[in-house]
T-cell receptor, first 111, second 115 residues
Framework: NAGVTQTPKFRVLKTGQSMTLLCAQD?????MYWYRQDPGMGLRLIHY???????AKGEVPDGYNVSRLKKQNFLLGLESAAPSQTSVYFC??????????FGPGTRLTVT | GNSVTQMEGPVTLSEEAFLTINCTYT??????LFWYVQYPGEGLQLLLK?????DKGSNKGFEATYRKETTSFHLEKGSVQVSDSAVYFC??????????????FGSGTQLTVLP
């Protein structure tokens, strides 16, 4: 039982490049979330999904897109990376809506 | 909407010292309250929770009491260890504009325990 895994762990992008972050969970959870963590700002919700084939915007969705084609996977895409998107990205999943299980994070730097 | 205000850090303590990390909330009704912990290099994990007013959540020697009179959920531990060094987040549910429930996290408090 791996829990929540994230790929990649680290990435450096140049401004304007695109990339996709992959989140996978093996707990059969309906709910999945993408957060970004910045110093002094805690976690901010980017997008979330309440089930396969559904997605919704969170607090800071601009510049990001997501897809949930399979229940176990939740992808976060950056179409044209900007330095303001330098952050640590966490994926989480949950069964009960409130008790969330987090992945180890992806550290992204945009130069 | 619901919000949480957390004590700013960083907090540095010696081993076996008493720990308090303050958390106050603003909410409609009496939502469940949570403390999450993030160890270095890892994602967040649930530390404890309280689902109604006057409940006490506890885990790994940590405790927090849901106090509706003071709208607080302070985290306490009687004797901290070096292994408790981490970032601690207070959290509560909130309803988004799309009517889906989410967690709102505080800004986090960095705790460092020195041997």
């Amino acid at each position: 039982n791996a829990g929540v895994t994230q790929t990649p762990k680290f990435r450096v992008l140049k401004t304007g490049q695109s990339m996709t972050l992959l989140c996978a969970q093996d707990m059969n959870h309906e709910y999945m979330y993408w957060y970004r963590q910045d110093p002094g700002m805690g976690l901010r919700l980017i997008h979330y999904s309440v089930g396969e084939g559904t997605t919704a915007k969170g607090e800071v969705p601009d510049g990001y897109n997501v897809s949930r084609l399979k229940k176990q996977n939740f992808l976060l895409g950056l179409e044209s990376a900007a330095p303001s998107q330098t952050s640590v990205y966490f994926c989480a999943s949950s069964y009960t809506l409130y008790e969330q299980y987090f992945g180890p994070g992806t550290r992204l730097t945009v130069t | 909407g619901n919000s949480v205000t957390q004590m700013e850090g960083p907090v540095t303590l010696s081993e076996e010292a008493f720990l308090t990390i303050n958390c106050t909330y603003t909410a409609t009704g009496y939502p469940s309250l949570f403390w999450y912990v993030q160890y270095p290099g890892e994602g967040l994990q649930l530390l404890l929770k309280a689902t109604k007013a006057d409940d006490k959540g506890s885990n790994k020697g940590f405790e927090a009491t849901y106090r509706k009179e003071t709208t607080s959920f302070h985290l306490e531990k009687g004797s901290v260890q070096v292994s408790d060094s981490a970032v601690y987040f207070c959290a509560l549910p909130t309803i988004s504009s799309g009517s889906a429930r989410q967690l709102t996290f505080g800004s986090g408090t960095q705790l460092t325990v020195l041997p």
